[in-house]
């Protein structure tokens, strides 16, 4: 099943809408920065860091 994502934006930062489990089921949860932000079960990956850090995940685990 294909995942979407939704990126959101403002002139200076832009974040990635990530479930919570799906980090954990990639083991990088524990390493989200703190210029991500967390609401509910969802983190807001940030541009120039975190979101790096999962998409990098995602290429080496894949959606299993």
Do not use: N
């Not at 799906?22 to 932000?37: D, F, H, M």
């Not at 860091?49 to 995940?57: G, P, T, V």
């Amino acid at each position: 099943m294909k995942k979407v994502f939704h990126f959101y934006a403002d002139p200076g930062h832009g974040w990635l809408a990530v479930k919570k489990q799906y980090l954990v089921k990639l083991g990088i949860a524990e390493q989200i920065t703190r210029y991500s932000y967390r609401r509910g079960d969802t983190v807001y990956l940030e541009e120039d860091c975190d979101l790096s850090r999962f998409l990098d995940a995602v290429k080496k685990y894949g959606d299993e």
